[in-house]
Nanobody, 123 residues
Framework: QVQLVESGGGLVQAGGSLTLSCAASGRTFNNYAMAWFRQAPGKEREFVAAIVWMRGRTGYADSVKGRFTISRDNAKNTVYLQMNSLKPEDTAVYYC????????????????WGQGTQVTVSS
């Protein structure tokens, strides 16, 4: 059974940084794309970034390009989201997601989801 467990959320001031982690287990993810989504109160869940596990190809939402970086550690089966220059509008619950085959899509068409981790950016 696939499990995705996020960690690393918290409260940070505007301009600060946070790194989120997503520990994946339950199968080999070589043929998967892994993604981060976020959902602010009263808003729809939106795509943030994704990575193709094997090839490492990445994709980003325009709103986070140049500020966020997605990466993975094959040995630890973990995906990371490094977030720099955080803004109050980045405040949301951040979710890790996985889908096969390993094609990056920006919709919520992912098979597996974590429980989410809260990120709050104060002004």
């Amino acid at each position: 059974q696939v499990q995705l467990v996020e960690s690393g959320g918290g409260l940070v001031q505007a301009g600060g940084s946070l790194t989120l982690s997503c520990a994946a287990s339950g199968r080999t993810f070589n043929n998967y794309a892994m993604a981060w989504f976020r959902q602010a109160p009263g808003k729809e869940r939106e795509f943030v970034a994704a990575i193709v596990w094997m090839r490492g190809r990445t994709g980003y939402a325009d709103s986070v390009k140049g500020r966020f970086t997605i990466s993975r550690d094959n040995a630890k089966n973990t995906v990371y989201l490094q977030m720099n220059s955080l803004k109050p509008e980045d405040t949301a619950v951040y979710y890790c997601a996985a889908r096969a085959p390993a094609v990056i899509v920006t919709s919520t068409a992912y098979s597996y989801w974590g429980q989410g981790t809260q990120v709050t950016v104060s002004s």
